[in-house]
Nanobody
Framework: QVQLVASGGGLVQAGGSLDLSCAAS????????WGWYRQAPGQQRELVAQ???????NYQDSVKGRFTISRDNVMHIAYLHMNSLKPEDTALYYC???????????????WGQGTQVTVSS
């Protein structure tokens, strides 16, 4: 079994920064693609950023130049560094990971619990 635990959300003023992290634990052999998603009230969940095992990343247009996704392949952790935060970044942020489990072929996508990011104007 695999668990993802996200942390680092909070309340910040517009223009501020926050760092999120997401750790995978349990029977993790390797993580392929990590993703950060967010969901604002009344909105659909949307992709914020992704990073492959080979460190290829892509971002939603609205966060390009402000957010940076990174990962630690040894510790099975993903990070999202958020700069120049705006009120419209307020949402519940979720992490996802494509995990190959020990003793298994292929991968399965796991999700962490959401962590709230609130940006005040």
């Amino acid at each position: 079994q695999v668990q993802l635990v996200a942390s680092g959300g909070g309340l910040v003023q517009a223009g501020g920064s926050l760092d999120l992290s997401c750790a995978a634990s349990g029977s993790v052999l390797r993580v392929y693609t990590w993703g950060w998603y967010r969901q604002a009230p009344g909105q659909q969940r949307e992709l914020v950023a992704q990073i492959t095992r080979g460190l290829v990343s892509n971002y939603q247009d609205s966060v390009k130049g402000r957010f940076t996704i990174s990962r630690d392949n040894v510790m099975h952790i993903a990070y999202l560094h958020m700069n120049s935060l705006k009120p419209e970044d307020t949402a519940l942020y979720y992490c996802s990971a494509e995990v190959q489990e020990i003793g298994r072929e292929g991968y399965r996508t796991y999700w962490g619990q959401g962590t709230q990011v609130t940006v005040s104007s």
